[in-house]
């Protein structure tokens, strides 16, 4: 429940309401709405909703800017492991970058259907008409190349026009959702930088939205932001049944990762997005999850990071050259082995990907080039 403190604010001396005034948890905008349940304070009754979730009640985060961060979520109290975190529901979901020729409404296997409409995969004329679908079918129609599909083809890579037309299209299918998700990094210097990442989506998304679409409202800058928000915040989702797709997550994207992270997600079969604790967190303390599996060492995690996310993780896991005592990216030491001890190679600086490897034994002088490890 939420009450309005516009009328209070209103009476109040201009130089006091600019000193008391709060802001809100998520924008951080002027508050005019107070949660009755624990005083949160929100910028409209759109944001107070996503704080007091019918669910799970209160939910305990604001989004902070800090240093080096950026803006990240962050407690509001204290947080106990397994309690509910953050729930959030998907801005825009769809077919993944490089997928198998999929149904567009339900991402069910396609079966050689095509709407009539806009000639992409879709089950039959149900989900041609689907509340999905309809929101890319007319743009897609209006692009004057011919796109085809085939039965059984692994990829194809005019399924990643979808979700940037459902993305540019978020103003006026879902514009409180759309200004939530303009909120969000997308990286696109970094895009641009890489040549070989920028001519892929200017082939796959740039040209037909900009250049192919008769009197397009869309420009390269609008499209490259598309592109970014979602190359850097979409989540794996998968559809009970068939296979996977992506999905924007617009208040779920706020938070950071750390390979040693304080919070797990779920996605219901509704594409609810759950977030959970999984170990005690502070009040103040920034909420963290991972962004992809910590199974792999630092020698190939770091970089998928990097590639992926456009971040070097500094965590304490990529600080230590042991992993925290897990050796994941440790190599044994041949020299060690002949002369019977149990010597390990690790990075003299984990945060260095050209670091040398030396022996974790003190009697033991083996040093080698980082390019020898990452060959092996």
């Known amino acids: ?52 979730h019918a669910r799970a009640g209160c939910l305990p985060i604001k989004i902070e800017q800090r240093e080096g961060v950026g803006n990240c979520c962050v407690a509001t109290k204290d947080i106990s492991p397994g309690q509910t975190i953050l729930l959030d529901t998907p801005a825009v979901w769809g077919p993944n970058l490089k997928s198998a ?86 990286h696109v210097e970094d895009i641009m930088k890489n040549e070989e990442l920028y001519n892929m989506w200017k082939v796959a998304a740039i040209d037909p939205l900009v250049n192919k679409l008769p ?57 609810t997005m759950v977030l959970r604790a999984q170990v005690p967190i502070t009040a103040g303390e920034e909420i963290t999850i991972q962004y992809m599996t910590p199974m792999l060492g630092n020698v190939t995690r770091r970089r998928k990071i990097r590639k992926n996310w456009f971040f070097d993780c500094t965590c304490s896991r990529c600080k230590d050259p042991t992993e925290l005592g897990t050796f994941a990216s440790g ?22 990907y050209d670091s040398p490897w030396r022996c974790s034994q003190n009697s033991c002088s083996v040093i080698i080039e980082s390019s020898t490890i990452q060959a092996m």
């Open 1 to 52: 429940a939420v009450v309005s403190t516009q009328s209070t604010w209103g009476v109040l001396e201009p130089q006091l309401t600019a000193m008391v005034s709060p802001v809100c948890f998520l924008c951080r905008s002027p508050s005019s709405v107070t949660c009755e349940a624990c005083g949160a304070a929100s910028c409209s009754p759109s944001h107070a909703a996503i704080h007091r």
């Open 101 to 186: 020729p999929k149904c567009l409404n339900c991402l069910a296997p396609w079966q050689g259907t095509l709407c009539s409409e806009c000639e992409f995969p879709v089950c039959n004329d149900e989900c041609a008409q689907g509340t999905h679908h309809i929101q890319e079918c007319g743009v897609l129609a209006r692009i004057s190349h011919k796109y085809t599909f085939t039965p059984g083809e692994k990829s194809n890579s005019a399924l990643s026009l979808v979700n940037v037309v459902r993305f540019l299209r978020l103003p006026a299918t879902d514009p409180e959702k759309a200004a939530r998700a303009n909120m969000l990094m997308d």
């Open 215 to 271: 009197n397009s409202p869309y420009t390269e800058e609008d499209v490259l932001h598309a592109i970014g928000v979602l190359q850097t915040n979409t989540v794996a989702i998968g559809v009970p049944g068939y296979s996977q797709g992506h999905a924007l997550y617009p208040t779920f994207s706020f938070l950071s990762h750390s390979c040693v992270c304080n919070a797990r997600f779920q996605i219901l079969p509704d594409h």
């Open 331 to 352: 190599v044994v030491c041949r020299d060690c082995v002949k002369e019977g001890r149990e010597g390990v190679l690790l990075p003299v600086d984990s945060l260095d």
